[in-house]
Nanobody, 124 residues
Framework: VQLQAFGGGLVQAGGSLRLSCAAS????????MGWFRQAPGKESEFVAA????????LYAGSVKGRFTISRDNAKNTVYLQMNSLKPEDTAVYYC??????????????????WGQGTLVTVSS
């Protein structure tokens, strides 16, 4: 199983980026997908999640209304559209795949597979 995240980079505050995460080696449409991030010196935090069919999404309060998670099961890819970026959004962003969420979508321990991360830097 491989999850490859890309699309990070340097952007000014107020700008936009779209992250992509391409999955291989798993039945993508049977996995819910999530995005997490880890800022320098801080713990990892949940960003967004989307169910297998894409019918339901969940966002952290800090990104709700600015970020949009989506997926294309035909392309085995999940996306994170990030708008109105703020310096505090600076972090390494990771995608993750999971099937069973007894503790909820925002809990990292529920995810089985993780990508390598892509760095997003937002300058003020």
């Amino acid at each position: 199983v491989q999850l490859q995240a890309f699309g990070g980079g340097l952007v000014q505050a107020g700008g936009s980026l779209r992250l992509s995460c391409a999955a291989s080696g798993l039945a993508f449409s049977t996995y819910s997908m999530g995005w997490f991030r880890q800022a320098p010196g801080k713990e990892s935090e949940f960003v967004a999640a989307i169910t297998r069919s894409g019918s339901m999404t969940l966002y952290a309060g800090s990104v709700k209304g600015r970020f949009t998670i989506s997926r294309d099961n035909a392309k085995n890819t999940v996306y994170l559209q990030m708008n109105s970026l703020k310096p505090e959004d600076t972090a390494v962003y990771y995608c993750a795949a999971g099937r069973y969420f007894s503790k909820g979508f925002s809990v990292a321990g529920n995810y089985n597979y993780w990508g390598q991360g892509t760095l997003v830097t937002v300058s003020s």
